[in-house]
């Protein structure tokens, strides 16, 4: 015998920061369009994160994220894949905050998964200029 499951939707994307689109250079949380690097929660403000350039992350970028308390960072480093060092993200994972790396488009569909299931997790994104690419 089968049995039956009950799915509950989340209430409206307007209480919760949803990614609706993204493409090259962009995201739309809630359908506004952003383009430049920005820390995003679950509810709440979008915060700009002051950081243009993946060489130019340190520590204090990640000392920001603590502060919002959340119990798993995903971090969009870009169009590729790039890793962090330790030494960036120790100020998360000395509080036991799990820190997953991923290009910006899969950061995107992994935070609305994670925000779905009820988890406190941000969006770290980081976007870079065409000049200041490596």
Not at 22 to 45: H, T
């Amino acid at each position: 015998m089968l049995a039956s499951v009950k799915l509950h939707p989340l209430p409206p994307s307007a209480f919760y920061n949803t990614f609706t689109a993204y493409g090259d250079g962009f995201v739309e949380i809630n359908e506004k369009r952003f383009e430049s690097s920005i820390l995003v929660l679950p509810e709440g403000a979008i915060i700009p994160w002051p950081v243009a350039r993946f060489e130019s992350l340190a520590p204090e970028h990640f000392e920001q994220i603590l502060a919002l308390a959340p119990e798993v960072v995903v971090f969009g480093s870009g169009e590729r894949l790039r890793f962090l060092p330790p030494r960036l993200a120790r100020a998360l994972t000395n509080h036991q905050i799990g820190i997953e790396a991923m290009d910006l488009r899969a950061a995107c569909r992994t935070f609305n998964i994670l925000m779905a299931e009820g988890r406190r997790v941000v969006a770290a994104l980081l976007f870079e200029t065409l000049e200041e690419r490596s």
